[in-house]
């Protein structure tokens, strides 16, 4: 089956950037889907289709994707920004819905 | 405004069933699929079923393939997954979620039901 990989931590200033990285087998070649999970609550859909972002979503998140890395990146990081974030993408090989493991943001 | 509330969490005995069930509004589940999303403590997202909208397809994770059955009431616009067999590694937060788009993404997430499988 598909697996994709996350570091478990990124840790930045506020102010600064946030890069999480999603890895997979030719993953460029996939739609990539990015969710904030705060504590407590639903995730929330940040980044689908690689970049494109739902209008609810600050324009501060921004996606990438190409060859066997997909990035989520958050500009002007706030203390607000802190959660876990998942990478997801459907293997249509499998027909299954896969999740990255998550990356814990944490705003020093 | 799509809503989704999932209800039917509680204490189960390992070996022992449960079914958890999500109430739509704000759409028609016959014209979309929906999914089952579980998060184990100390765990990420775990994709556990989805059913097409035609309500004649479904597919699971291998975790809990021959064990969770995910169906839907159209009448009731109400999605259910029936578990049994369950471990305790099936403790978890269950989520309903609205899918989109091809390949598919999830727009719409309940806050989803607690399941917690232990003797």
């Known amino acids: 089956s598909y697996v994709l990989t996350q570091p478990p931590s990124v840790s930045v200033a506020p102010g600064k950037t946030a890069r999480i990285t999603c890895g997979g087998n030719?993953?460029?070649?996939?739609?990539v889907h990015w969710y904030q999970r705060r504590p407590g609550q639903a995730p929330v859909l940040v980044i689908y289709y690689d970049d494109d972002r739902p209008s609810a979503i600050p324009d501060r998140f921004s996606g990438s994707n190409s060859g066997n890395t997909a990035t989520l990146t958050i500009s002007r990081v706030e203390a607000g920004d802190e959660a876990d974030y998942y990478c997801q993408v459907w293997d249509t090989r499998s027909n299954h819905v896969v999740f990255g493991g998550g990356t814990k943001l944490t705003v020093l | 405004e799509v809503q989704l509330l999932e209800s039917g969490g509680g204490s189960a005995q390992p070996g022992g069933s449960l079914r958890l069930s999500c109430v739509a509004s704000?759409?028609?589940?016959?014209?979309?699929?929906m999914n089952w999303v579980r998060q184990a403590p100390g765990k990420g997202l775990e994709w556990v079923s989805d059913?097409?909208?035609?309500?004649?397809?479904?597919y699971y994770a291998d975790s809990v393939k021959g064990r969770f059955t995910i169906s839907r009431d159209i009448s009731k616009n109400t999605l259910y997954l029936h578990m049994s067999g369950l471990t305790a590694e099936d403790t978890a937060i269950y989520y309903c979620?609205?899918?989109?788009?091809?390949?598919?993404?999830?727009?719409?997430w309940g806050r989803g039901t607690l399941v917690t499988v232990s003797s």
């Open positions: 059913i097409r909208g035609s309500g004649d397809t479904t």
């Open positions: 979620a609205k899918p989109r788009g091809t390949p598919l993404y999830f727009d719409s």
């Open positions: 704000g759409f028609t589940l016959s014209s979309y699929a």
């Open positions: 030719n993953i460029g070649s996939y739609g």
